[in-house]
């Protein structure tokens, strides 16, 4: 994992597409938001965002259909923390498109992920190009907001 600090963007970090990567930066999130003593649901709201998106981009777009060598960073995730919100980035080498949040169901084994995005965050959108597809989501620094999505 490869570690970058950046005045405009916050914090970013590159990783492979590896599962195991997206646990290590879901850590480092979590380590920088309780050093920043935000209220421990919102640690754990943005946690849940941003692992969902990490492994999403991982499993469907870390460069999925491009000669890779193993362990090549594929994925960049990225926070920022300011004006009321944890500002999550999520950019993978995938263009094959995007699923729209699936709404919960018993016949589902997965694709609930997105649905949970949208239910915690302040607002998220996906952006589209030929050098990949990223998605940034935003969620609330404020408690009372965390109250009301958890």
Same mark, same amino acid.
């Given at each position: 994992?490869?570690?970058?600090?950046?005045?405009?963007?916050?914090?970013?970090?590159?990783?492979?597409?590896?599962?195991? =990567?997206?646990? #290590? !930066? @879901?850590?480092?999130?979590? %380590?920088?938001?309780?050093?920043?003593?935000?209220? $421990?649901? /919102?640690?754990?709201d943005a946690?849940?965002?941003?692992?969902?998106? =990490?492994?999403? #981009? !991982? @499993?469907?777009?870390?460069? %999925?259909?491009?000669?890779?060598?193993?362990?090549? $960073?594929? /994925?960049?995730?990225?926070?920022?923390?300011?004006?009321?919100?944890?500002?999550?980035?999520?950019?993978?080498?995938?263009?094959?498109?995007?699923?729209?949040?699936?709404?919960?169901?018993?016949?589902?084994?997965?694709?609930?992920?997105?649905?949970?995005?949208?239910?915690?965050?302040?607002?998220?959108?996906?952006?589209?190009?030929?050098?990949?597809?990223e998605v940034?989501?935003?969620?609330?620094?404020?408690?009372?907001?965390?109250?009301?999505?958890?």
């Amino acid at each position: 994992m490869t570690r970058m600090s950046h005045e405009e963007i916050g914090t970013m970090h590159r990783i492979p597409a590896d599962l195991g =990567a997206v646990t #290590a !930066v @879901r850590r480092a999130l979590v %380590a920088e938001l309780r050093g920043a003593q935000l209220d $421990p649901r /919102v640690v754990q709201d943005a946690a849940l965002v941003v692992h969902e998106l =990490a492994e999403n #981009a !991982v @499993r469907h777009g870390g460069g %999925a259909g491009r000669d890779l060598t193993p362990g090549t $960073p594929a /994925v960049e995730v990225s926070w920022h923390v300011g004006d009321g919100v944890v500002d999550l980035r999520v950019k993978d080498l995938g263009t094959a498109g995007f699923n729209a949040p699936a709404w919960p169901t018993s016949r589902l084994d997965g694709g609930r992920g997105l649905h949970i995005v949208e239910q915690l965050c302040r607002s998220w959108d996906v952006q589209h190009g030929p050098d990949g597809t990223e998605v940034s989501a935003r969620v609330d620094t404020r408690s009372d907001a965390a109250e009301v999505t958890a």
